[in-house]
T-cell receptor
């Protein structure tokens, strides 16, 4: 029962580099999300996806790119990393039935941009 | 601008006491509300959801919703040191999975 896994768990990169954070879920959940969590801001939605090949912007999408060619994978790419993108990134998934409102979160990826 | 406001704390209570966590929201059309618990260095996990005015109880946890006052609270009875965590309030204002907004969280510390 792997659930939802993120990789890498820790990443240090330099300004201007491209970085991809991976997210994989084994539940076949329709919805997947990327959040970032920063002190003083809480959790903020970057992008979400309702199904394969369907993605939509969240609250803070600038500087990020997502794709979802398969239901189980939802990678997040920082095309040219900036220091302001230093954060903890959480991937989450949710079944199509929104009745419980439950998001299942991955363990997080801590990204530092120098 | 839709917002969810929480007191950042830390809120400190003795073991066995009732911990009261509060949350206000700005959007009157918000439909459903959630409390997530996040231990330090870990990911959030859902502990309570509430959709209707009034109280909802689950074990030691009680969620309270007052839509007229735009106020949500979480009561933790018989608080335990293992309850020490940050509690995130979230609202779903649009009925879509993508419309979940989180507060910044309240840090709770339960002292033995």
């Amino acid at each position: 029962d792997a659930g939802i896994t993120q990789s890498p768990r820790y990443k240090i990169t330099e300004t201007g580099r491209q970085v991809t954070l991976m997210c994989h879920q084994t539940w076949s959940h329709s919805y997947m999300f990327w959040y970032r969590q920063d002190l003083g801001h809480g959790l903020r939605l970057i992008y979400y996806s309702a199904a394969a090949d369907i993605t939509d912007k969240g609250e803070v999408p600038d500087g990020y790119v997502v794709s979802r060619s398969k239901t189980e994978n939802f990678p997040l790419t920082l095309e040219s990393a900036t220091r302001s993108q230093t954060s903890v990134y959480f991937c989450a998934s949710s079944p199509a039935n929104w009745g419980t409102g439950e998001l299942f979160f991955g363990e997080g990826s801590r990204l530092t941009v120098l | 601008q839709k917002e969810v406001e929480q007191n950042s704390g830390p809120l400190s209570v003795p073991e066995g006491a009732i911990a009261s966590l509060n949350c206000t929201y700005s959007d009157r059309v918000s439909q459903s509300f959630f409390w997530y618990r996040q231990y330090s260095g870990k990911s959030p996990e859902l502990i309570m959801s509430i959709y209707s005015n009034g109280d909802k109880e689950d074990g030691r946890f009680t969620a309270q919703l007052n839509k007229a006052s735009q106020y949500v609270s979480l009561l933790i009875r018989d608080s335990q040191p293992s309850d020490s965590a940050t509690y995130l309030c979230a609202e779903n204002y649009g009925g879509s999975q993508g419309n979940l907004i989180f507060g910044k969280g309240t840090k709770l510390s339960v002292k033995p």
